[in-house]
């Protein structure tokens, strides 16, 4: 149990919101995000094969079908790419955070500081929202653009037998889209957490030196 003075100490309750929230950001880094990575390893390998070939695929299925495949993967996996970045960032931003309330001994400098990079983080944790958000739309688009093709996965064996590979395609995205589903819930409340936490930062007076 906290002491009853840490009740009262504001910086305290910043700390303890940052806790919980980067005890979150390392399971979506480092469980929920190498998984996903796991899942989309098919894709990519499907993508590059299918952009090699482009121009022959859309011959068969419509150049408006493999057009928005291809983009949908492309932008899915971007996104992906820089959920994962920013999620790193995150990490090591949360780790400096508590890190400096632990160590500085100067209020006002330590207020100071936690003013800018609590601002920075609850901004990161704003984007990796936003671009989840983005992530479940692409998956969506991208599944029904999959489905159509997988319609004439017969015809297109004939020349492209890698074009079977669809099937897992689907599959390792449903269970992506899956494993997302469960987080959003808690996501979208830590959002809300982050943001509270962000304009509790604001409220806290900067101590005047000595």
């Known amino acids: 149990m906290a002491p009853s003075g840490d009740k ?5 309750a ?3 919101g940052v806790e919980r929230l980067h005890k979150r950001i390392t399971f979506y880094l480092k469980t929920l995000w190498k998984r996903v990575r796991t899942l989309l390893k098919p894709l990519r390998t499907f993508l590059k094969k299918v952009m090699k070939v482009v121009k022959k695929i859309a011959a068969t ?5 493999i057009e928005g495949l291809v983009r949908a993967a492309t932008r899915l996996l971007d996104l992906f790419d820089r959920v994962e970045k920013l999620l790193s960032t995150m990490f090591l931003l949360g780790k400096r955070i508590l890190n400096t309330i632990k160590k500085e001994a100067d209020k006002t400098k330590l ?3 936690l003013k800018t990079v ?4 609850v901004d990161a944790m704003r984007k990796v929202f936003a671009w989840v958000n983005e992530i479940w739309r692409e998956l969506d688009l991208l599944n029904r653009a999959l489905m159509v093709l997988d319609g004439f996965r017969s015809i297109l064996q004939i020349v492209f037998r890698w074009i079977a590979e ?3 395609v689907l599959t390792t995205l449903k269970t992506a889209q899956r494993l997302l589903k469960q987080v959003w819930k808690p996501l979208k409340k830590e959002i809300k957490d ?5 304009k509790d930062m604001a409220k806290i007076p900067v101590p005047k030196p000595g």
């Open 14 to 16: 910043v700390e303890r």
């Open 194 to 198: 982050a943001l509270r936490l962000g």
């Open 166 to 168: 669809v099937s897992v």
């Open 8 to 12: 009262n100490d504001p910086v305290k």
């Open 61 to 65: 299925v419509g150049k408006r079908v």
């Open 111 to 113: 207020v100071r500081t």
């Open 118 to 121: 609590v601002r920075k983080y």
